[in-house]
């Protein structure tokens, strides 16, 4: 399942989408590769195609300071007649 970064659309070849919803990556997922298995876990469970728009945020918990992946769960949509 393709993660495009946010103004990266070129990456869609084209291809149009539909968004199904905001997904973002589990706060406990530490390293940059498991918060990139834990979005696209996300948006699999919503039945995507894809994660677009794809954001790294810091986000402050009372404990500590972490990083997580947000976006858009988005399903591919034919445009074939």
Known sequence: MPVVPFGHDEMLHGRAISRLGAVASSLSADTPAEREESIRRAACDMGADAVVEALQQEVILPTRKTKRW???????????P
Not at 70 to 80: C, E, I, L, P
């Open 70 to 80: 947000s976006g858009f769960a988005a399903k591919f949509v034919s445009t074939k």
